[in-house]
C-alpha cells in the first residue's frame, strides 16, 4: 500500500515506513473532476486524510500520542490494514506550522 502526504508547493522526497511507502508529492495538475474520472476509470480506491496542526479547539491533534503513537500514524496504520483500498492520502494544507506534520509522515 502506498501512502502520500500532499502538501501543494513543497518538494517532492523520498519517505519511508514499516509496512508502506510514504512520498511527498506536489498537487496534481487534473482538475478535480478529472482526476476523479481518472481514478475511477483504473479501478483505483484510495482514502484521503485531511490533517492540520492549526485547530483552535485541539492544537496539533494529528500529532498527539495515543499509546505511544501520533494520531495520524493510529490513523494511516488501520487505513494501510483496510482491503479494499489501493492508496492511501494525506492532504495537509501549504502552512509553516503544518511543515511539522508534513515530516512526521515521512518518518
Known amino acids: 500500500m502506498e501512502i502520500e ?7 517532492s522526497q523520498g519517505c519511508s515506513a514499516p509496512g508502506a ?7 496534481s495538475p487534473l482538475s478535480p473532476d478529472a482526476a476523479e ?3 475511477t476509470s483504473k479501478g483505483k480506491v484510495v ?3 485531511q490533517a492540520r496542526l492549526g485547530s483552535s479547539r485541539l492544537p496539533l491533534k494529528s ?3 495515543l ?3 501520533p494520531v495520524i500514524d493510529w490513523v494511516t496504520r488501520r487505513l494501510g490494514a483496510a482491503s479494499r483500498l489501493d492508496g492511501i492520502m ?3 494544507p501549504d502552512t509553516p506550522l503544518d ?3 508534513l515530516s512526521c509522515l515521512c518518518t
Open 99 to 101: 511543515v511539522v506534520l
Open 90 to 92: 494525506v492532504a495537509v
Open 47 to 49: 482514502a484521503i486524510i
Open 21 to 27: 511507502e510514504r512520498r511527498a508529492f506536489q498537487e
Open 37 to 39: 474520472e481518472n481514478m
Open 63 to 65: 500529532l498527539l500520542c
Open 67 to 69: 499509546r505511544d503513537l
Open 5 to 11: 502526504a500532499a502538501p501543494p508547493g513543497l518538494p
